[in-house]
């Protein structure tokens, strides 16, 4: 675990591949996920801002809800509530947060985009102040899981092109996975890898994730793993 000042009021923590953020204002802070490995996401948070700190998930696989127990409730789209209690067998109080719902840290507005594809209730964080677009797993140039039952590409498609029209309004990415900050030019890349990906014209070799037989396709800017 590795913990890394951004910019004034801004951390990244980085936990074994998979990063988390926590984000201040002036009168609260907010942790954006809670790691993988780390169950002390918010301790963590608690030694780095002396202001309440409270919790969003961009969207709930294992590795982004490793400390939510730590919370007496989150911030989770409502979409996203079959994936943790369902799929991944985990228990807490939600507070929905849905498409367009800003959250004031104090001079801080961070806008909820919905996104869904990668997974149902998967959201987007724009930080409008900073200009910084948070994305979760949407955008990033690591390997894209698109395999599995909470997956939807046509969906995914359609949430790359929403933030590509909402592009004049960031001019940094910051993604949980993979390199940091991204440019916002990506957006168009992966847009067209993952239409390729969609119509069978990627390059794809087999692989096996946690006892699963999938397939990595590589559209160049990113990979994305599929059934
Ligand atoms: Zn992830």
Redesign the pocket.
């Known amino acids: 675990m590795e913990i890394i000042r951004i910019q004034d009021g801004s951390w990244r923590i980085e936990d074994e591949g998979?990063r988390f953020f926590l984000l201040e204002g002036d009168e609260n802070a907010l942790l954006i996920d809670s790691g993988m490995t780390v169950r002390n996401a918010k301790e963590i948070a608690e030694d780095l801002t002396s202001l309440p700190v409270s919790l969003v998930n961009t969207h709930a696989?294992p590795?982004?809800i490793g400390s939510n127990e730590e919370f007496d409730s989150f911030l989770m789209h409502p979409a996203e509530t079959v994936n943790y209690c369902n799929v991944q067998q985990r228990k807490g109080r939600f507070v929905p947060v849905e498409e367009g719902e800003i959250i004031d840290l104090g001079n801080r507005k961070l806008r909820i985009i919905s996104t869904p594809g990668h997974t149902p209730g998967s959201i987007a964080i724009l930080d409008e102040e900073n200009r910084v677009l948070i994305p979760g797993?949407s955008i990033q140039d690591g390997g894209i899981f698109m395999f599995g039952i909470m997956r939807e590409f046509q969906a995914y498609i359609e949430s790359l092109r929403k933030l590509e029209g909402m592009s004049h309004l960031f001019d940094s990415i910051w993604p949980?996975?993979g390199s940091l900050p991204l440019d916002p030019a990506i957006i168009p890349q992966l847009i067209d890898g993952a239409e390729r990906c969609l119509n069978g014209e990627l390059p794809t070799k087999p692989a096996s994730f946690m006892g699963q037989e999938i397939r990595i396709a590589d559209a160049g800017v990113a990979r994305f793993l599929i059934s």
């Open positions: 998979v696989d590795d982004h797993d949980s996975h």
